[in-house]
């Protein structure tokens, strides 16, 4: 279930962002192999404790979730990482020197849950290190896109040596999405839902920040970064993201032109099923906003 491929890219990081030289991903659900998800960061108290995921997005920034930074502590980034426990001959670690929080980011609906995080210097770009693309503005993810979420978060308890985590979801619809979680949440247009209606297979606690990629031709792109849920897997209760193509010109802005990230635009083939739900399923459902 691929999209086609849109020429609206950046040409700084485009040559090299999406690349997962060792990656033939075609299940989910299990542990990630070495490399395939290079632009996966574990972002770490000074003490080496592991507390959420981050991507990179050029050489010196990574894209994460705002809610994970709610202590003005020392943080570490490491990239490369496989697992969290013992050897990683691929890993190379820098410091935080500044997150940047969207202005508009709200700690109590979620909305708007995005920080660019700085690295101390920038990191070298191989098979283990590596951007991802990013969703350009006007991308499309329609339901039913396939999509993977990486990350080192809870498996009650993820079982030593903690190696990085994979799944396959599917896109969920806005509407449907605001239907399933009803009077829970507000689903707005900021925010990106995937999941599978049976549930068991999504993302979880310590997973916040970590991104959730589709493959459009050669490239992995970003569509969304790990925000909240009601619950873990919980069927009709998907996770909900917070939409990457909705922030290209705040991210341009803060990384620059001479280093800007590789924005391509994602576009999905066919209707959206989600525009399908009718105006007494909505009604049924309670106020729900429209993407």
């Given at each position: 279930?691929?999209?086609?491929f849109?020429?609206?890219v950046?040409?700084?990081?485009?040559?090299?962002?999406?690349?997962a030289?060792?990656n033939n991903?075609?299940?989910?659900?299990?542990?990630?192999s070495?490399g395939?998800?290079p632009?996966?960061?574990?972002?770490?108290f000074?003490?080496?404790?592991y507390?959420?995921g981050?991507?990179?997005?050029?050489?010196?920034w990574l894209?994460?979730?705002a809610?994970?930074?709610?202590?003005?502590?020392?943080?570490t980034?490491v990239?490369?990482l496989?697992?969290?426990?013992?050897?990683?001959?691929?890993?190379?670690?820098?410091?935080?020197?500044?997150?940047?929080?969207?202005?508009?980011?709200?700690?109590?609906s979620?909305?708007n849950?995005?920080?660019?995080?700085?690295?101390?210097?920038?990191?070298?770009f191989?098979?283990?290190?590596?951007?991802?693309?990013?969703?350009?503005?006007?991308?499309?993810?329609?339901?039913?896109?396939?999509?993977?979420?990486?990350g080192?978060?809870?498996?009650?308890?993820?079982?030593s040596p903690?190696?990085?985590?994979?799944?396959?979801?599917?896109?969920v619809?806005?509407?449907?999405?605001?239907?399933?979680?009803?009077?829970?949440?507000?689903?707005?247009?900021?925010m990106?839902?995937a999941?599978?209606?049976?549930?068991?297979?999504?993302?979880?606690?310590?997973?916040?920040?970590?991104?959730?990629?589709?493959?459009?031709?050669?490239?992995?792109?970003?569509s969304g970064?790990?925000?909240f849920?009601?619950?873990?897997?919980?069927?009709?209760?998907p996770?909900?993201?917070?939409?990457?193509?909705?922030?290209?010109?705040?991210?341009?802005?803060?990384?620059?032109?001479?280093?800007?990230?590789?924005?391509?635009t994602?576009?999905?083939?066919?209707?959206d099923?989600?525009?399908e739900l009718?105006s007494?399923?909505?009604?049924m459902?309670?106020?729900?906003?429209?993407?």
């Amino acid at each position: 279930m691929l999209a086609h491929f849109s020429a609206h890219v950046s040409l700084c990081v485009f040559s090299v962002c999406g690349r997962a030289v060792l990656n033939n991903r075609i299940v989910g659900g299990q542990e990630a192999s070495l490399g395939d998800w290079p632009w996966q960061a574990s972002l770490q108290f000074d003490t080496g404790k592991y507390f959420c995921g981050a991507s990179l997005i050029n050489s010196e920034w990574l894209l994460s979730a705002a809610h994970c930074f709610i202590r003005n502590i020392p943080i570490t980034a490491v990239l490369g990482l496989q697992s969290l426990e013992g050897s990683n001959p691929n890993n190379v670690s820098r410091s935080i020197v500044e997150v940047i929080y969207h202005p508009n980011y709200n700690p109590i609906s979620y909305d708007n849950d995005v920080a660019l995080v700085k690295l101390s210097s920038p990191v070298p770009f191989n098979d283990f290190i590596g951007p991802v693309c990013l969703a350009a503005n006007g991308s499309t993810f329609l339901t039913g896109i396939e999509s993977w979420v990486t990350g080192w978060g809870k498996i009650v308890p993820l079982p030593s040596p903690k190696n990085l985590m994979e799944v396959k979801v599917s896109v969920v619809g806005n509407r449907q999405c605001g239907c399933d979680f009803k009077s829970l949440r507000k689903i707005t247009d900021n925010m990106i839902c995937a999941g599978l209606r049976e549930g068991g297979k999504d993302a979880c606690q310590g997973d916040s920040g970590s991104p959730m990629v589709s493959k459009q031709g050669s490239k992995w792109i970003q569509s969304g970064l790990v925000s909240f849920g009601q619950g873990c897997a919980r069927p009709k209760l998907p996770g909900v993201y917070a939409r990457v193509s909705q922030y290209q010109d705040w991210i341009s802005n803060y990384t620059g032109n001479d280093n800007l990230p590789g924005f391509v635009t994602f576009t999905s083939p066919g209707t959206d099923p989600d525009l399908e739900l009718c105006s007494i399923q909505l009604f049924m459902c309670g106020p729900v906003v429209d993407s």
